[in-house]
């Protein structure tokens, strides 16, 4: 798959993620997935939307954005949505809607959500220091921890232990950035990051690789 992005086999038309009401008279359809909706990263489901009438156009959502859009036939009830090789970023609540073609405008209420999840090991991110790895002592450094998914938490650890949880970073897309400020020779070390899916916050992904951070200069003068 494209990371980060169904791939999504769609016997009809796709469409863009664009918002559409969910309020409406029509009952609502049921969404299931098969053969599970726990799966391992890599495989194939699909998820099954059931309308209690024929022939009306089915759209499937994830966290309230449109993924695709099937039109049935006169006779049809029952349309398949074919996920493919998914990955961890697959992951969260999905749900489908359908419209009747008599009347377009009135859109169902939508499925009960359904819960996908991927399970197996998080692929590990990427540590680095701006702006450099090795520094003289009152320097301030950013360390950037990048996740290859979107929507997680992240850890920074020195040696393999956590560093104060209040120390502060902030969040851009997909990107953790940390910053260690007036940093001395006791700041040097190994540092690596990982981070959780907030969909499983039980499941930590494997470490980055470590990031060597030196403090450079002479150490100063003890006293007797």
């Known amino acids: 798959m494209i990371p980060q992005f169904l791939f999504l086999f769609c016997f009809g038309?796709?469409?863009?993620?664009?918002?559409?009401?969910?309020?409406?008279?029509?009952?609502?359809?049921?969404?299931?997935?098969?053969?599970?909706?726990?799966?391992?990263?890599?495989?194939?489901?699909?998820?099954?939307c059931k309308s209690p009438i024929p022939g009306v156009s089915i759209v499937l959502r994830k966290k309230g954005f449109v993924?695709?859009?099937?039109?049935?036939?006169?006779?049809?009830?029952?349309?398949?949505?074919?996920?493919?090789?998914?990955?961890?970023?697959d992951s969260g609540p999905y749900a489908c809607e359908?419209?009747?073609?008599?009347?377009?405008?009135?859109?169902?209420?939508?499925?009960?959500?359904?819960?996908?999840?991927?399970?197996?090991?998080?692929?590990?991110?990427?540590?680095?220091?701006?702006?450099?790895?090795?520094?003289?002592?009152?320097?301030?450094v950013t360390l950037k921890c990048k996740s290859p998914i979107p929507g997680v938490s992240f850890v920074l650890r020195k040696k393999?232990?956590?560093?104060?949880?209040?120390?502060?970073?902030y969040v851009v897309e997909r990107k953790a950035v940390f910053y260690l400020t007036d940093i001395q020779h006791s700041n040097s070390g190994h540092y690596t990051c990982e981070y959780s899916n907030k969909a499983s916050p039980n499941v930590t992904s494997q470490p980055s690789d470590d990031?060597?951070?030196?403090?450079?200069?002479?150490l100063s003068q003890p006293s007797l």
């Open 160 to 169: 393999g232990c956590v560093l104060d949880p209040m120390l502060p970073y």
């Open 98 to 140: 359908y419209s009747n073609k008599a009347s377009p405008d009135a859109t169902s209420q939508p499925s009960d959500d359904l819960l996908l999840l991927v399970t197996g090991p998080l692929p590990k991110p990427s540590l680095s220091a701006w702006p450099s790895s090795v520094v003289p002592p009152g320097s301030n």
């Open 13 to 48: 038309l796709c469409v863009g993620q664009t918002d559409i009401s969910g309020d409406g008279p029509l009952p609502k359809p049921s969404l299931s997935a098969w053969p599970s909706s726990v799966v391992p990263a890599g495989s194939n489901v699909t998820l099954k």
């Open 211 to 218: 990031l060597l951070l030196l403090v450079t200069g002479a």
């Open 67 to 89: 993924l695709c859009s099937i039109l049935l036939n006169m006779t049809e009830m029952t349309v398949d949505f074919h996920l493919t090789e998914i990955q961890h970023g």
